[in-house]
């Protein structure tokens, strides 16, 4: 598939399209999506909105999906530090509501993306929802290399769960997704469209992020959870056309301040975006219709992902485990300890700040030392 420059011409060369590519953020659930938005509209890109429109096509790339990454890093680095704390149990109590804090943010996530790609309006931009499908049936039926989903995703939690498993077996054990429930099978899923797959396998995410038996420790959270997302990305980018990762140094640095129209990605996201309303438009004229179908792709390329997608991960996650601990100290009666966090609490800004500034992480990247929001039970 081409991908022609968002210079004013709609998606098959005919008719005028002043629409720009915004990335948006909701307030409501921290989920990031593409959109094209009129010139006129106040919507500027890398702004963050109460409630996305209902009417706007959504698209899901880079870096959509990696947000949540940082609520998984905030809950297995949490479970890290009850570890130190094993004969106090209200420091146990208080690190667990910010286990429960994350976990809430996690069920937002995904709901959302659940809901909007089973109704339409959001999109995986540059995938092959056939092929995507036919990969995870693959990874329930047969499995994958561990070793292997943690090289390409540069992670440790396939290797870190087998090792704790291993008894003297297999040094290369493969992972195999393993359904909540038989209603998420492969058997029951095989038939299914490749989009309603797609949003069962979310709705299956779900239902282990809400399952109790998950939140015992960090081994239990990575195998019913954290495995299942992880395995969910690389899915998804295995069937996804690279130009999508926002891996070119052009597409660096999202802002609302950066011309970003010009970027190879902001290019293939408003060409992609248009394809869809065109295809969407079309199914609805005809009634039907097998949806938009990229062109294939090899699953058995390497996929290279994003440093910063890395960087968020290993470096922002911890950072937010560590301010949400000092923000917790800084409600102390003791003014030493007050003092303390407040420390805490400029250092890691400053570090953040930092990292920004070299291009280590995003400029989009989560700051780590905003107040926390208390969310209802």
Known sequence: MGYTSNNGTDWNGCGHDD?????????????RFYALVDA???????????????????????????????????????????????DDPDMRTELME???????????????????????????????LNDLKSYALDMMRK????????????????????????????????????????????????????????SHILSDILVSVNDDANYVDRYAFDVGVFQKF?????????????????????????????????TPLYRAVGQQIREIEQWLAHEAAENGGSGLQPAE??????????????????????????????QHLSDSADKETRQYATAILSDVNHLVRELRRQGIVSHMAQDPTAPRRVEPS
């Not at 990696?66 to 094993?86: K, M, P, Q, S």
């Open 230 to 262: 992880i395995a969910l990305m690389f899915i998804n980018y295995a069937t996804t056309d690279p130009i999508f990762y926002g891996t070119n140094k052009a597409d660096y640095g999202v802002s609302s301040d950066k011309d970003m129209d010009s």
């Open 19 to 31: 629409r720009r590519v915004v990335l948006i953020k909701s307030l409501a659930t921290n989920n």
């Open 143 to 198: 499995g994958y290399p561990r070793r292997n989903l943690d090289s390409m995703m540069k992670l440790d939690v396939f290797g870190a769960v087998a090792e704790h498993e291993r008894n003297g077996g297999d040094p290369e054990p493969l992972y195999r997704y393993e359904p909540s429930g038989p209603e998420y099978s492969a058997e029951a899923l095989g038939d299914v469209p490749p989009r309603a797959f797609v």
């Open 98 to 128: 910010i286990v429960s804090e994350a976990r809430y943010k996690l069920v937002l996530r995904l709901a959302e993306l659940r809901d909007r790609i089973a109704s339409r309006n959001a999109h995986f931009l540059g995938a092959d």
């Open 297 to 326: 792709l090899a699953l058995d390329a390497f996929v290279e992902l994003p440093s910063t997608l890395v960087n968020e991960d290993t470096l922002i996650g911890p950072l937010t485990a560590i301010c949400a601990a000092a």
């Open 40 to 86: 006129a509209s106040p919507i500027r890109n890398a702004d963050t909105i109460e409630n996305i429109p209902t009417d706007l096509i959504l698209g899901i790339a880079y870096p959509c999906l990696e947000d949540g990454l940082n609520d998984f890093a905030v809950i297995r680095t949490t479970f890290e530090t009850i570890g130190y704390f094993a």
